[in-house]
């Protein structure tokens, strides 16, 4: 295990519907970051949060809201997404963000919009 | 743009032989590589970083390889197992990148028995 947690993992939601991922860090670690897997492309950042203030945000659709209560908690709130937003939803953490610094996944979320 | 790509999108090898997995880069200010492994239904895990002013770093059973010339990476897995069976990425960074990674599409690795 990595020391990063994600729950759900396994989520399945209407285009309506709200729902939260959750990632926990249990590695001390200050930076965290959101990013998505789809089938045969490159993981791409969402969204990374230093020290509990977010500090990229690769243009990510409104409908995609994070949260970093904390440094060792990170959420993704999500609502009325589109069947396009189906994807593995994969949380990472590393001590900073000053370069070099390696980043720990953890499982991911498997997320199917229907 | 910037991007990270990888030569063969699928590499199968026989059970002992010695894999090698390629990775291209286009950004010349990169001084940072990663290579991670994925295997199905986890995240992926780190194997083996390099810096740009190192051409060659070994770990346990894995080697990396970086030639700045012609923006060339590549891992090195020797005795290849079953195990071993998963996507590997390469990832890479630019200073004052605020340690953001930019990631290739993935090769499949394949172990044969």
């Known amino acids: 295990e990595t020391g990063v947690t994600q729950t759900p993992r396994h989520l399945v939601m209407g285009m309506t519907n709200k729902k939260s991922l959750k990632c926990e860090q249990h590695?001390?670690?200050?930076?965290m970051y959101w990013y998505k897997q789809s089938a045969k492309k490159p993981l791409e950042l969402m969204f990374v949060?230093?020290?509990?203030?977010?500090?990229e945000n690769n243009s990510v659709p409104s409908r995609f809201s994070p949260e970093c209560p904390n440094s060792s908690h990170l959420f993704l709130h999500l609502h009325t997404l589109q069947p396009e937003d189906s994807a593995l939803y994969l949380c990472?953490?590393?001590?900073?963000?000053?370069?070099?610094?390696?980043?720990?996944f953890g499982p991911g979320t498997r997320l199917l919009v229907l | 743009g910037e991007s990270v790509g990888l030569h063969l999108p699928t590499l199968s090898v026989q059970e002992g032989d010695n894999s090698i997995i390629n990775c291209a880069y286009s950004?010349?200010?990169?001084?940072?590589f990663i290579w991670y492994k994925q295997e199905s239904g986890k995240g992926p895990q780190f194997i083996i970083d390099?810096?740009?002013?190192?051409d060659k770093r070994q770990g346990q059973r894995v080697t990396v390889l970086l030639n700045k010339t012609v923006k060339h990476l590549s891992l090195q897995i020797a005795a290849t197992q079953p195990g071993d069976s998963a996507v590997y990425f390469c990832?890479?960074?630019?200073?004052?990148?605020?340690?953001?990674?930019?990631f290739g599409t993935g090769t499949q690795l394949k172990v044969e028995l």
């Open positions: 990472a953490s590393s001590l900073g963000t000053s370069g070099e610094e390696t980043q720990y």
């Open positions: 590695l001390g670690h200050n930076a």
């Open positions: 949060y230093n020290f509990k203030e977010q500090t």
């Open positions: 950004n010349s200010a990169s001084d940072y």
């Open positions: 390099i810096r740009s002013n190192m």
């Open positions: 990832a890479e960074s630019q200073p004052g990148g605020g340690n953001k990674l930019t």
